[in-house]
């Protein structure tokens, strides 16, 4: 790849503003040729401002850019594209009912799709790693090898710069280890990787340079290699709130048993819930570790009361078998759900950050009653979840797709902490959020348990799950291995139960 400046990329005071708010401020870095280099900040720093406008999605209303020295200004993703980049964003641009070269295909210029695309997919694939095959329709493929379909579509572009966001929030170690491995290859060829991670080990290990953004600035660039995680968190957002550690627990009574359920999904892709049973005692943190579209969804329907079973004792909460109950009934026993889906699932995108506090709190926090909601009651709380979980909102009438998706998790997870419950199901309860507020939420959970909860966090973040939980499970097509003491399991261990037996087979080309 030749050289024409001494930048691959530049950017010189480029700043958006948006009503009220201005997320890009004068922002000025650069990014070397055959560079990894990381973009880091708290929720709502400007992360993903700044990378849209890099991409073409957003305009800039200040500064330049310049790519190999030349201006740079693409007028939509299409133009980013034609100019040599490619992103791989943290939610895969894919269909599901399409194979993988048919979906390839929709993602590329037509003057690339043409030829012999499938000998160059799997030419690709393989010397790069990421093997495919291209035949497989993708709603087959397992999360890992799906952003190898991203990566390889990129990489197809023969890509100066590929923005990668959140790439390993849903990678086991061991398929981490190979996106690394690629990722390396690639700056070893001159393609320069600009990273968006809250994973600060990763960023350590993986980085050459970083720049970090608070409130819409550039307020440090670093080696980070050269930084602690500790250090890195602090140039993002000051003073690091340290996760409370757990410690010997009182373990009360079984508050949560769930007795050899099977219930095949409803989902075209989805996976069947296969004779799964698990207990959770007052005091408790069950990890359930998994890589994404193995059953978690189905089990969340399942514990949460959307799908109900013939069978009364199925599910028993406090004591009472509900496995007939609905969603209502079950808050009311004391179970209150985080769905991992934060928009549509958890919070209507459309409605205000109020109303869908009533929706979900009304049964435990009494704010309606004979028909009439108590909006005084509902603001009371609604400021109590703000402050207590620091949710950066411009106002609790505005809608929750106004929040940036941290923020979002944060209104979510606090919405539901504090009504108390002696059950909480949490999936995915700090994603997209910083260190500091996923601190902060740990220490939540933490706290819930001394007084009495049980809790059963469902999660990909091994991490998480390591350093919260007393005992760890893995979910793997759509079966629940028996649960393990945290002491005695290591993350390699649950990483290869989280890839199950035929994760490395699928991977490969059939022959």
């Not at 200004?73 to 299409?78: F, Q």
């Not at 990678?171 to 190979?178: F, G, H, S």
């Not at 048993?257 to 698990?278: A, E, I, N, Y």
């Not at 940036?404 to 059950?423: D, T, Y």
Request: aromatic share 4%; with cysteine; hydrophobic share 40%.
């Amino acid at each position: 790849m030749e050289k024409t400046s001494e930048y691959l990329l530049e950017l010189k005071g480029l700043t958006k503003t948006f009503p009220g708010v201005v997320a890009s401020d004068n922002v000025s870095f650069q990014v070397g040729h055959g560079e990894i280099h990381a973009l880091l900040g708290e929720n709502g720093a400007g992360k993903s401002t700044l990378v849209k406008m890099i991409y073409g999605v957003l305009q800039p209303d200040g500064g330049v850019m310049h790519l190999h020295g030349e201006t740079y200004a693409p007028a939509n993703p299409s133009a980013a594209r034609a100019h040599g980049l490619g992103m791989v964003f943290q939610h895969f641009l894919l269909f599901d009912a399409l194979t993988v070269i048919e979906n390839i295909e929709l993602g590329i210029a037509p003057e690339l799709a043409k030829g012999d695309l499938r000998s160059r997919i799997v030419e690709v694939s393989e010397f790069y790693g990421l093997k495919l095959d291209p035949d497989r329709l993708v709603g087959e493929l397992s999360v890992g090898q799906r952003q190898r379909v991203e990566i390889v579509r990129c990489l197809l572009q023969n890509p100066r710069l590929i923005i990668m966001d959140e790439p390993t929030s849903v990678l086991t170690p061991q398929e981490v280890e190979v996106l690394f491995r690629t990722l390396r290859q690639l700056a070893s060829e001159g393609c320069s990787i600009l990273y968006i991670s809250h994973k600060l080990e990763e960023i350590r290990a993986l980085c050459h340079k970083a720049t970090v953004l608070r409130g819409g600035k550039v307020v440090a660039a670093c080696t980070p290699a050269e930084e602690s995680a500790k250090s890195l968190a602090e140039m993002m957002i000051g003073d690091v709130l340290v996760p409370a550690k757990r410690t010997e627990t009182m373990i009360g009574a079984e508050r949560l048993r769930v007795d050899k359920v099977s219930l095949p999904s409803t989902h075209q892709f989805g996976v069947s819930l296969k004779d799964v049973s698990l207990s959770v005692r007052g005091g408790e943190i069950l990890g359930i570790a998994g890589v994404a579209g193995n059953g978690q969804e189905e089990l969340m329907e399942f514990l949460i009361g959307e799908r109900l079973t013939r069978r009364a004792d199925a599910i028993v909460i406090g004591g009472v078998e509900a496995g007939r109950k609905g969603p209502d009934a079950r808050r009311a026993l004391g179970l209150c759900p985080v769905p991992e889906e934060r928009l549509g699932h958890a919070a209507v995108p459309g409605m205000s950050l109020v109303e869908n506090t009533i929706l979900s709190a009304r049964v435990r926090k009494q704010l309606a009653g004979s028909g009439i909601i108590d909006y005084a009651r509902t603001r009371e709380f609604m400021q109590e979840i703000i402050s207590g979980f620091d949710v950066r909102t411009a106002g609790m009438d505005h809608a929750a797709r106004s929040l940036s998706g941290g923020n979002l998790q944060k209104f979510i997870m606090g919405r539901e902490i504090l009504q108390a419950p002696s059950v909480l199901i949490a999936c995915q309860p700090t994603w997209g959020v910083d260190a500091g507020a996923a601190a902060a939420i740990h220490n939540a959970l933490i706290d819930l348990t001394k007084n009495g909860a049980a809790i059963v966090v469902i999660s990909q973040d091994l991490d998480e799950l390591m350093a919260i939980s007393d005992r760890i499970a893995v979910i793997a097509n759509g079966a629940l291995s028996d649960p393990e003491p945290v002491a005695e399991v290591t993350i390699e261990s649950i990483g290869r139960k989280m890839g199950g037996p035929s994760s490395v087979e699928h991977a490969d080309v059939p022959h």
